[in-house]
Structures are given as C-alpha cells and as structure tokens.
C-alpha cells in the first residue's frame, strides 16, 4: 500500500493526519474543498491535488476525514463519489464520527463493487493530529486490519482493532457517550459548589488524586470551573497544552 487518497485534508484534523501521511512516505493525492491555502504545505511536500473525490479511486486507500455521514456519503456515493470509478480492492476508509448505520449501508453499497470499508474513527485533538499521535478504533477484518494498520499508525499513537466493520463507529459514540457524562457531572458539581459557597479549585484538587480524576475534569475547570462559555475552549486548550489557535 503505497498511495493513498486524503479527502477532508484542510480541516483541523484532516490536515495534521494528511501530513503525517506524507512524511512517513506514503504518495498522497488530495481533494480541496473549498480553500487552497490550508494545504499549501501539503502540496509543497509533494501531495498532488485532484479534482474530484472519483479521482482518488485510483489510490489503493483512500481516508476520509469530514463532519458526519451525510457528508461520509457524499464523498463515497454521490455523483462525484468514490464509487463512480471504484476499482476492485480499494480500501475506503472513514474517519469521521459517523452513524453507525450508515456505515454499514456504505459498507454493503462498496462490497457490491469489490471495495473494502473500514470505520476508523478518532480521539484526541488536532494538536495530536499534527504531532501523528491520534487515537483510533477500527471496525475491519483482521485480515484488513494488518494490511492497513502501517497506513494508521503514521498518523496515530494507538490504533485499536474492535471488531468487524461498523464496531469502530459504534465504540466510537459510546466513548463520546461516557464523555459527556463525564463533562455533564464535572458542571453539576462546579454549578453546587459554587452555590454552596466553597472553593470548587479545592475540588479539583481533591478529584485528581483519586480513582475519579480526569483529563475533562481539568479541561471543564480550564475553562473558568462554568463562569465562562464555550468559545473559551480555545483559551482552555491553550492552559493546557501551550498551543495557540488563530494567533499569528
């Protein structure tokens, strides 16, 4: 497996992954969705610009790395899609955080024309996305598992094979699950301990030394234990990791 197709390379994860791609030797062909400059750098690295998502079913794999599965299939079925010049043996890969039961839908649509597709969705930032070392939970066959896995680990630091195709997604919404509750129980009790007048930073403190602490749980108190709104995540992201997004 030598040439692979990127779609979704000038997103804030797509282009972190796309370059780790490159770098670690790989040929890579790129679709552009709607700017060019995000991926100049890709092009000057040696990654080759084509026209429509079709034109990436001459790759032996192609990533796929957008919203959600409306988008997923578009860029597989649609009038320009990947199936309209399919070739036997194609891998088609979907990062994305996409519905399981499309997967499966697009899964069937692709084994009809000889096309293997595995889900292979994400965790982690695009800060690990440009650092290559994203997490992933690959729905495949084994068999499909080891041919890709070289592919996955340029641009991740731990892949995990769960299951046959459809098991990455489905794991994928129960970790977005667990999350969440996660998120939603660190602002309750920010929310009750800031109402019953105690210092909630002495919360956190006792919470990261026990079997509860988290890496959300600092994420929520970086951004202002609940006085400051989402768009501070940008703030938060920058305590914790020293990276800054949008500032030259």
Same mark, same amino acid.
């Given at each position: 497996?030598?040439?692979?197709?990127?779609?979704?390379?000038?997103?804030?994860?797509?282009?972190?992954?796309?370059?780790?791609?490159?770098?670690?030797?790989?040929?890579?062909?790129?679709?552009?969705?709607? #700017?060019?400059?995000?991926?100049?750098?890709?092009?000057?690295?040696?990654? #080759?610009?084509?026209?429509?998502?079709?034109?990436?079913?001459?790759?032996?794999?192609?990533?796929?790395?957008?919203?959600?599965?409306?988008?997923?299939?578009?860029?597989?079925?649609?009038?320009?899609?990947?199936?309209?010049?399919?070739?036997?043996?194609?891998?088609?890969?979907?990062?994305?955080?996409?519905?399981?039961?499309?997967? $499966?839908?697009?899964?069937?649509?692709?084994?009809?024309?000889?096309?293997?597709?595995?889900?292979?969705?994400?965790? #982690?930032?695009?800060?690990?996305?440009?650092?290559?070392?994203?997490?992933?939970?690959?729905?495949?066959?084994?068999?499909?598992?080891?041919?890709?896995?070289?592919?996955?680990?340029?641009?991740?630091?731990?892949?995990?094979?769960?299951?046959?195709?459809?098991?990455?997604?489905?794991?994928?919404?129960?970790?977005?699950?667990?999350?969440?509750?996660?998120?939603?129980?660190?602002?309750?009790?920010?929310?009750?301990?800031?109402?019953?007048?105690?210092?909630? $930073?002495?919360?956190? #403190?006792?919470?990261?030394?026990?079997?509860?602490?988290?890496?959300?749980?600092?994420?929520?108190?970086?951004?202002?234990?609940?006085?400051?709104?989402?768009?501070?995540?940008?703030?938060?992201?920058?305590?914790?990791?020293?990276? $800054?997004?949008?500032?030259?």
């Amino acid at each position: 497996m030598k040439h692979i197709g990127f779609v979704g390379a000038s997103g804030l994860m797509g282009h972190g992954m796309a370059k780790n791609i490159r770098a670690k030797g790989f040929d890579l062909s790129i679709t552009v969705h709607k #700017r060019l400059e995000p991926v100049q750098d890709l092009l000057a690295a040696g990654a #080759r610009q084509v026209a429509a998502h079709a034109d990436l079913a001459a790759c032996d794999a192609v990533v796929i790395c957008v919203t959600g599965s409306p988008q997923v299939e578009a860029v597989v079925a649609g009038p320009q899609g990947l199936l309209s010049k399919a070739r036997r043996g194609l891998i088609v890969i979907d990062t994305s955080t996409s519905e399981p039961d499309s997967t $499966r839908r697009l899964a069937a649509l692709c084994a009809e024309q000889g096309v293997v597709y595995v889900d292979a969705p994400l965790t #982690r930032t695009p800060v690990e996305a440009e650092q290559g070392k994203l997490n992933t939970m690959v729905g495949a066959s084994q068999a499909v598992f080891e041919q890709i896995a070289p592919l996955l680990q340029a641009y991740c630091e731990n892949v995990f094979h769960v299951g046959e195709t459809g098991a990455g997604h489905v794991i994928k919404l129960l970790n977005n699950f667990v999350a969440q509750a996660i998120c939603t129980a660190s602002a309750e009790a920010f929310a009750v301990g800031t109402k019953a007048g105690v210092d909630v $930073r002495q919360l956190v #403190r006792v919470v990261s030394a026990g079997g509860a602490n988290s890496g959300l749980l600092h994420l929520a108190a970086a951004l202002g234990y609940g006085n400051e709104l989402v768009p501070s995540l940008v703030k938060a992201q920058a305590q914790l990791n020293g990276v $800054r997004i949008g500032q030259g």
